[in-house]
């Protein structure tokens, strides 16, 4: 076998490789004898028709079958000798194949990027220690108190407070028009009758329900507010509305006692829940740390280091990326319209974050490698047993579902980056 390298562009290269006659001959031979035991042609017995009956009947087979098998493992060869770190066969062009002259053809690999490394002991990094303070736990002790309150019925001449339920009827317009009429989807947000607002955050509909704290039954109130430009309905992004509130109705929040508090969740006294609490928020403050330093140390390493990603690789990630983004919006409600409109930047920022996650993984990778950074099984292992119980699977069930899907060893090389990405973080300086 003979092979020609070519580079292509970055990360692509061409091969053109040619086998003669002699060196295809017995693979010719072990698809042909197949046809010939498991052909079957009428009028002869399975294995018995003549050998240029069989080339007659099943010739574009024989033929199809046997580039296959030539392509597939001449082409496993001309890569380990070349010895490139593959990432993908694009495609086998260009084929000339016959028992007389043997095989060529042009085989277009995508191959992992080369780049060098930035020096990635002692990254910078500005290290914070947290700290929960007594005001952080007033704060989610007071979210708690509102989890369990209780609502009575408002009195007539009482007055909305943050925290009630309110029962309003509203209409909205944007431009003189009813908001309905820019999208079905946004006919919720339009008009409502004996509609249940809650006074608090995050806000039912934005700039509306926290205004209505000190409105009074009966009162009408009117409201100029603007949706964000994220808002889950895409029609509504950025829109300025006016809204015409009336109070119908509300019920008051009644915060339970400390006493109350204590017996709701199973606890001896308050001091016991307000130390439950910190230590829960230290723990949060702790992992909130820890990412912020480890998204210092991800973005020093792709600010230090640029190339090009290899194509076949790229789109195949962006698509993935494009197909996540669509479930998450049509679970949020967005419709066919909204997905159309936004394809351009549902695309563009598909790429960019694709972009930036390959070449992170490539970069990790390399300095692995070059840090010597080994994954031990009882690591891999562990990693095994934590995904099976968010899934709620046995770890057995999960090695298994791995080993299907990507391969154990590419859940190997995802624990080595994270391991990676740990040693970076703690040798960092700050």
């Not at 600010?303 to 679970?331: C, G, Y």
């Amino acid at each position: 076998m003979k092979v020609e390298m070519q580079n292509v562009r970055p990360c692509r290269v061409k091969l053109i490789i040619k086998a003669d006659a002699a060196e295809t001959h017995a693979d010719f031979d072990a698809v042909m004898g197949r046809y010939m035991r498991e052909g079957r042609v009428k009028g002869f017995r399975a294995g018995k028709a003549p050998r240029a009956v069989i080339e007659r009947e099943y010739r574009q087979n024989i033929d199809g079958d046997i580039r296959q098998r030539l392509i597939s493992t001449l082409s496993r060869r001309a890569v380990e000798e070349q010895k490139l770190a593959l990432v993908s066969m694009v495609e086998a062009t260009d084929i000339l194949c016959s028992p007389e002259t043997g095989i060529s053809f042009v085989l277009l690999c995508d191959v992992a990027p080369a780049f060098k490394l930035p020096k990635y002991l002692n990254i910078p990094v500005k290290k914070n220690e947290p700290a929960v303070g007594d005001a952080d736990v007033d704060g989610r002790l007071t979210q708690l108190r509102n989890q369990v309150s209780k609502y009575e019925d408002g009195k007539p001449d009482g007055v909305v407070a943050t925290g009630d339920v309110t029962r309003v009827d509203f209409t909205a317009v944007s431009n003189g028009k009813p908001l309905k009429e820019l999208a079905e989807e946004a006919a919720v947000f339009s008009e409502g009758a004996g509609f249940w607002m809650q006074v608090s955050e995050p806000e039912m509909i934005p700039g509306v329900s926290l205004a209505l704290a000190g409105m009074k039954v009966g009162e009408e109130k009117t409201i100029k507010t603007q949706f964000p430009k994220d808002f889950r309905v895409a029609a509504l992004q950025g829109v300025k509305a006016v809204y015409t509130v009336k109070l119908a109705g509300f019920r008051q929040r009644i915060p339970p006692t400390d006493e109350e508090l204590c017996k709701q969740i199973g606890v001896a006294n308050l001091d016991t829940v307000r130390e439950q609490i910190r230590a829960q928020m230290q723990q949060q403050a702790e992992s909130d740390e820890k990412n912020r330093r480890q998204q210092e140390v991800i973005d020093y390493l792709l600010k230090k280091t640029d190339f090009e990603l290899p194509e076949s690789e790229m789109a195949q990630e962006t698509n993935a990326a494009v197909q996540t983004m669509l479930r998450s919006i049509i679970k949020r409600g967005g419709t066919r319209e909204d997905l159309e409109k936004n394809r351009d930047q549902l695309l563009t920022t598909a790429t960019n974050t694709t972009k930036e996650r390959l070449r992170l993984r490539y970069i990790l990778a390399r300095i692995g490698e070059d840090a010597k950074i080994q994954v031990a099984d009882d690591d891999l292992q562990k990693k095994l047993d934590l995904f099976a119980a968010q899934h709620q699977m046995t770890p057995h069930e999960m090695r298994e579902r791995i080993e299907k899907g990507y391969g154990i060893e590419t859940f190997r090389a995802d624990v080595r980056n994270e391991q990676t990405l740990e040693f970076l973080v703690n040798s960092a300086k700050g």
